[in-house]
């Protein structure tokens, strides 16, 4: 094992696309940013600079982080954000995870912007449990506004109604040649015949669960969020914000001067608007110049509102590996049991406003009613320093507070109580969580992104969860290891966790704007006993509020 030293200016860069040119908030003038790559069991060192005026942190999306939670980046959660100027260095070993993971900006919608690929090899010595590829490609599917993501989400939190949407989608920050004046920045990948070539897949869209599909070539899932899984096959693949997958695409034997595009377009259920557009790619075989006949191939991609059952058919083809040498830890047990609600909801409108949200007032979202306010000052270092008055409470509600039917007539009442509570869970314990959606204001599916952890996926369903008839069917044996999982649109989610990481760890809706309306919450994990149990103290750098 080595120690991998990165550096990331933070600075100012010029881009355009859609023939519109902005500056953008970069990592070190690169757009999408710069790949970090390591092994399994690499200890990862990055010196962040800030050279621009907005305040920045950076999150190592999906890295466990054990005992090193001052390097994990929520803003106002782990730590308080490097200021102009500033500059703070994170540091963290790769324990137990091999695959593809993400780096973002954890502030704001900064990520818009700010994101970029965490390679994880196998060590040295180890290989894949499947066929080597010929080529490892990353393929990030992100948004791009032509106006400022900051302007947006600033609007849209000062008139309390939904955010513009983009104006594109971008694979690897190329919108493609299905939109206007874009057709010269679209991503093309060259394939030689007859080859394995793994593509790692990154949904880094802040607001859009992602269809994406290759014209006539079947992927096979290898791996999601750093976890290999049993491999399956697939036409069409549903990822969403947050998640990260790895497929082998097999190139076809000869195909003599074909092109062939690869898209991504949304899935989306819910009320309102968002980018309904389509970003393609281009798969280009080598072939004999002398050929000039061009055959364009294009993928076909389920509706845009696909049904919920639909997707859940495909959620639930990932499994565990569950093998001698790569085992599925699933809790057995339960130590700490919590029945959340997650959806939309809103907030009154200030007297000195007129609002644009629902009936007049605010948008919100919320766990368990409770729409998560972002403290002054950083969660950890209050908690570490025992000084949690002012900042934080603890006593989030283990259950909703007000009980209703989750998928039948909403109730009238849609608001949310604004607080920062957390839940404490003693070292080690093991939790199980279900989330239910409520589908107040429309049902839509939540991509919930948890810290510090993966989680496994023991049960999903539609409609409301049954607590006497739905955990018997729960699978404990080989269910999928993740980060970030959709509750399903109208239905609910159940997965167990193993609290072996102590820290503070953030927990919310990987959609950007559900995050900043509050569908977010914090997990408190206390020290255990033995020394190698306990959240070591701050580095010196890490930035005061
Ligand atoms: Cu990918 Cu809390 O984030």
Request: proline share 9%.
């Amino acid at each position: 094992c080595i120690t991998r030293n990165y550096t990331f200016n933070i600075v100012s860069h010029n881009v355009t696309r859609l023939c519109h040119t902005k500056s953008i908030v970069s990592v070190n003038g690169q757009y999408p940013g710069p790949r970090l790559v390591a092994r399994e069991g690499d200890q990862v060192i990055v010196k962040v600079v800030n050279h621009v005026a907005n305040n920045v942190t950076i999150h190592w999306h999906g890295i466990r982080q054990l005992r090193s939670g001052w390097a994990d980046g929520p803003a106002y959660i782990t730590q308080c954000p490097i200021q102009t100027g500033q500059t703070y260095t994170y540091n963290f070993t790769i324990t137990g995870q091999i695959g593809t993971l993400f780096w973002h900006a954890h502030i704001s919608w900064l990520r818009a912007t700010l994101h970029g690929p965490i390679i994880i090899l196998p060590r040295r010595n180890e290989s894949y449990p499947f066929e080597k590829p010929y080529k490892e490609v990353p393929i990030i599917f992100g948004e791009w506004w032509n106006a400022d993501p900051e302007a947006v989400i600033s609007q849209a939190l000062q008139t309390g109604g939904g955010p513009n949407v983009s104006d594109a989608y971008t694979i690897n920050g190329l919108p493609g040649p299905l939109y206007n004046c874009s057709s010269k920045d679209t991503f093309r990948l060259k394939v030689k015949p007859g080859k394995t070539y793994m593509l790692r897949l990154i949904n880094a869209a802040l607001n859009d669960e992602l269809f994406f599909s290759v014209a006539n070539h079947t992927l096979t899932v290898v791996e999601a969020d750093a976890v290999y899984i049993k491999p399956f096959n697939t036409d069409v693949l549903l990822i969403t914000p947050g998640q990260t997958t790895n497929v082998l695409l097999k190139s076809k034997p000869y195909f003599p001067n074909a092109t062939f595009f690869m898209a991504a377009r949304p899935y989306f259920t819910g009320l309102g608007t968002f980018d309904n557009s389509t970003v393609a790619g281009i798969l280009e075989y080598d072939h004999p110049s002398s050929i000039k006949k061009k055959m364009l191939f294009k993928p076909t991609l389920p509706p845009v509102n696909a049904t919920a059952s639909a997707v859940a058919n495909f959620t639930k083809m990932f499994r565990s590996l569950a093998t001698t040498k790569f085992p599925a830890n699933v809790p057995q047990t339960v130590d700490k049991r919590f029945f959340f609600t997650v959806g939309l909801g809103s907030s009154p409108c200030p007297k000195n406003m007129s609002c644009q949200g629902p009936n007049g007032t605010k948008f919100a979202a919320s766990i368990n009613n409770v729409s998560f306010a972002l403290p002054a000052k950083a969660l950890l270092q209050s908690y570490f320093n025992g000084q949690s008055y002012g900042v934080y409470t603890t006593d989030f509600p283990a259950n909703p507070p007000n009980p209703f039917n989750y998928t039948g007539t909403p109730p009238n009442n849609t608001f949310v109580s604004n607080a920062t509570r957390a839940v404490v869970l003693p070292f080690n314990a093991s939790v199980e969580v279900v989330l239910q959606d409520t589908s107040i204001l429309g049902a839509e599916s939540h991509p919930l992104h948890l810290h510090g952890f993966n989680f496994f996926v023991v049960g999903q369903g539609s409609g409301n969860f049954d607590s006497n008839k739905d955990p018997l069917s729960f699978n404990l044996v080989d269910p999928v290891e993740r980060n970030t999982f959709g509750v399903p649109a109208g239905g609910w989610v159940a997965f167990r966790f193993q609290a072996d990481n102590p820290g503070v760890w953030f927990m919310h809706c990987h959609f950007d704007i559900h995050n900043s309306w509050g569908l977010r919450m914090a997990w408190i994990v206390l020290d255990g006993l033995l020394p190698n149990q306990k959240l070591p103290p701050p580095p010196s750098d890490l930035p005061q509020c």
